[in-house]
C-alpha cells in the first residue's frame, strides 16, 4: 500500500508513539515520579513495520501500540508537566522531534495513577487528568530526507529504531527539569526478517529482466536468487500468453495455491512450488515442460509477518526464451572478473589463444547445468569467488 506525502507525514509523527521497545533506561527525580511504558501486543513477533498496519494513520482509533503507566509518589501535587519525544534511526539519527505544548502542561495529584495508551495521547487526553494535550515539532531535516527515501513505501527499512520518552517539568525557579525518561530500541538483531522490503529477493538464473530477450538452451534450468536464509519461497513460472502482461500472468498463478499445497497448475503455468532453500532445478516431471521457441516468465515470492498483518515481498520479474542449442545467439560479456575467472580455469595462455581466433562466449556447463549469456557471466564469476575461497582447486594451468 502507498501513501500520500502529507499522510505519511502525520503517520511518522504518530509513529513515535509506536516505536517503544523493552529495554528501558529510567532515572528518579525529587518528585519521585515513575514512568513505565510497555509496548502492545501487536508489536510482538513483528518481522517488519508498517505504518499502515500499525493503524497510526486512524489517528486515534488505531490498535494499542503502547500502554503506559504514570505515577506520583509524592504527597504534593506536581504541575507544570510535559512530554517530549525522540525517535532515532541508527543510521540516520533524530528523525521525529515532537514536544508538548508549552501552553498546555498538565498536573499529576498526590499519590495519583494515571494509564493511558497511545490513542489516548493522539486524542490528546489522558484519562484521570483534567487537561488536555496537545504537541509541537515533527519531522527533522534527517526525517524529512528519511521521508522523500522511502519513495510512498509505508514499510521502514532495516534499522535500529530508538524511542527517547521524557517527562519534564518547567519553573520559574528552575526552569526545565528532567523528571523520569524511557530509552528503548526495536529493529537491529532482534527483528532478522526486517531486511525484507520490495525487491529485496534478487533473481540470478535463468534469463534477465523482462525485455532483454534472454535466451537459455536448457530445458531444465536451474532457478536461484539471493535472499535471506531459513525462509520459505514460492517460485512460479508461467508462459508468455497473447497480449497478457507478465504481472497479470503471474498474478493469476498466485491466485491458487501452489502444487503440493492443494493447487493445480494453470493452462499457462508451468512451475508452483514451495521452496526451502534459495534455487531449485526445473524437474522431469509434476510439471507443464518449457517448450522450445516460447518465452517464460518467473518471479520467487515469500511472506513475513508484519506489525499488521502478513506482508507479500516479491522478486522483479524476469524471462527467458528456450533456443535450441544451435539457434542460441547470446553472448556472455567479458568483463574483468569474467576474464579473470576463465584465465583461472583453462590457463592465461589458452585464454588468449582463444580470444586471438574470435572466440566469444556463449555458455559454460558447470556440475551438469549449462548456463548462457548473462547467466555463464555470473556463473563464472561465482566459480571465481570459489577458487579465491579455496573451495575449488584448479590444478595444471
Do not use: H
Not at 515532537?98 to 497511545?118: D, G, I, M
Not at 517448450?291 to 507479500?312: C, P
Amino acid at each position: 500500500m502507498k501513501m500520500n506525502k502529507r499522510s505519511l507525514k502525520i503517520c511518522l509523527a504518530l509513529f513515535v508513539l509506536a516505536l517503544i521497545g523493552v529495554v528501558p533506561n529510567k532515572f528518579a527525580s525529587a518528585q519521585d515520579i515513575t514512568l513505565n511504558v510497555e509496548p502492545g501486543p501487536i508489536l510482538d513477533n513483528a518481522q517488519t513495520l508498517s505504518l499502515t498496519g500499525l493503524g497510526i494513520d486512524t489517528e486515534g482509533q488505531g490498535p494499542v501500540l503502547i500502554s503506559a503507566t504514570m505515577e506520583n509518589l509524592s504527597d504534593e501535587t506536581i504541575d507544570n508537566l510535559y512530554f517530549e519525544l525522540i525517535v532515532s534511526a541508527g543510521k540516520i539519527g533524530n528523525i521525529v522531534e515532537v514536544t508538548q505544548n508549552a501552553s498546555r502542561p498538565f498536573s499529576l495529584k498526590p499519590f495519583q495513577s494515571v494509564y493511558f495508551t497511545n490513542n489516548d495521547l493522539a486524542n490528546e487526553r489522558i484519562p484521570g487528568i483534567d487537561q488536555t494535550f496537545s504537541f509541537t515539532g515533527g519531522l527533522t531535516t534527517e526525517g524529512e530526507d528519511f521521508l522523500s527515501d522511502l519513495s510512498g513505501s509505508t514499510t521502514l527499512p532495516r534499522d535500529t529504531y530508538t524511542l527517547e520518552l521524557i517527562l519534564f517539568r518547567v519553573t520559574d525557579a528552575q526552569g526545565r527539569q528532567n523528571l523520569a525518561r524511557d530509552i528503548a530500541e526495536i529493529g537491529g538483531g532482534s527483528m532478522t526478517a526486517a531486511s525484507f522490503e520490495e525487491g529485496n529477493i534478487y533473481l540470478k538464473t535463468p534469463g534477465d529482466v523482462v525485455g532483454t530477450e534472454s535466451e537459455i538452451t536448457n530445458p531444465f534450468p536451474q532457478f536461484s536468487w539471493e535472499g535471506e536464509n531459513n525462509v520459505s519461497y514460492r517460485l512460479l513460472v508461467v508462459e508468455q500468453r497473447g497480449q497478457d502482461s507478465p504481472e497479470s500472468l503471474l498474478a493469476s498463478a498466485k491466485s491458487s495455491a501452489p502444487v503440493g499445497n492443494g493447487g493445480s497448475l494453470l493452462s499457462f503455468e508451468n512451475l508452483d512450488v514451495i521452496v526451502q532453500a534459495n534455487s531449485f532445478q526445473f524437474p522431469s516431471s509434476g510439471v507443464q515442460p518449457l517448450e522450445k521457441g516460447k518465452t517464460y516468465y518467473w518471479q520467487v515470492v515469500t511472506t513475513v509477518q508484519s506489525s499488521g498483518d502478513t506482508e507479500e515481498v516479491s522478486s522483479e520479474i524476469w524471462s527467458f526464451v528456450l533456443k535450441d542449442a544451435g539457434q542460441a545467439t547470446a553472448t556472455a560479456p567479458i568483463s574483468a572478473e569474467v576474464r579473470r575467472a576463465i584465465e583461472r580455469l583453462i590457463g592465461q595462455d589458452a585464454y588468449q589463444r582463444l580470444k586471438d581466433r574470435g572466440f566469444t562466449l556463449e555458455s559454460i556447463q558447470y556440475d551438469g547445468q549449462e548456463f548462457t549469456g548473462p547467466a555463464a557471466s555470473l556463473k563464472l564469476e561465482e566459480l571465481l569467488q570459489k577458487i579465491r575461497d579455496e573451495e575449488i582447486i584448479v590444478e595444471g594451468n
